[in-house]
């Protein structure tokens, strides 16, 4: 199959080309199109064959539903029960990135509820994603646009490599806003499935209460049973192996100039890439430490580059839990699959079990 790439304007869509790919979602086709969290793979949600077409082209366990993406509160309310008491604030919220697991009380496809009674329902705060929804007449079953397991695309280009030939048509808006997936929350136990940008402080402000973050939203435990069923998976991670770094950045430099080890990357922020650097090390800088909004946005983007550095393994700072930092460290838990560690002999622990550094011996101190 040919992919199509339709270029069009974040802000002011064109009408043409959102009619152009909303055809392709109406005839049953897949469309990859921006959102303000990351991009998505899209599908007509209540066309089944579509639907199970995703699946397929991600590679994605069967078992693990789809988000619903609207374009309006009233669509929302046809396909899942809202409770009424959170309508108002869902009101003052969306569009925005937070997605409501909800009961459903249509005939969704088995496919996007994998057989649950619930479903999971957002409307994207993006003008490309809104007006494909209302253009095809139909809400969207749209999860992330990534292969099972692999960093999320956050920009045409990576959706690209990854789709090329496999949907019928890729928008390109440019980056999209925040870089990570929307915040889960079960609005029927006010519990968080997953960090997002939508943080803990906002959804306080907005629904007079506060879900607490839990092991599973944190992402340092896979989760044993399947609440949102993609937290039992292996997530966002690299084909390179990854180590997360909880220390200083300034002790690690300084004991690992002082040994020979394998060509390998640092994923951080540009203060702490400068030095890292000093260590000969290749880097990923997702930006400014004191901008954790900046370096959510730059998160997948690094994990990407990591796959094209060629390099032995990767290390990845660890960054503050709090506000936009809970997702970020949720993202960066699944990717390094809890792979931590304090110090230099940790980290060389980690080498050898994983094979990456088999003679310790080797290890020659210079001082
Ligand atoms: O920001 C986003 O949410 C992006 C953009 C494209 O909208 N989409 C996205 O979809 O991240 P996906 O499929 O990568 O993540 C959806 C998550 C999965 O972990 C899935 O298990 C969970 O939502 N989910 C979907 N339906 C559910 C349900 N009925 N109950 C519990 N979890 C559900
Ligand atoms: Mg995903």
Sequence with gaps: MKTKILKIDPIEPNKAAIGEAADIIKGGGLVVFPTESVYGIGA???NAKACSDIFKVKGRPSDNPLIVTVASLDQAMEIGDIPGDYLDSIKRVWPCPLTFIVKNITDLPEEVTAGLDTVALRM???PVALELIRESGTPIAAPSANLSKKPTAVNAQQALRYFDGKVDCIIDSGPAFFGLESTIIDLRTFQLLRPGPFTIDELEKAFGKRPDPGDVARGSR???VAIAPGTKYAHYAPDTKLFLYEGDVEDLSKSMRAIEIP?????GSNESCQVMHMTGCQTMALGKRGRPYEIAKGLYDGLIALDSAK???GIIESFAEDG???AIMNRIRKASSNNTFRGLDGLLGMLQENGLY???HSVSRSE
């Design 44 to 46: 007509d949600a209540f």
């Design 124 to 126: 994207p705060a993006h």
């Design 222 to 224: 896979q989760a044993d």
């Design 263 to 267: 060509q390998f990357a640092f994923i």
């Design 311 to 313: 390099v032995g393994f």
């Design 324 to 326: 936009i930092g809970l």
């Design 358 to 360: 088999l003679d310790a």
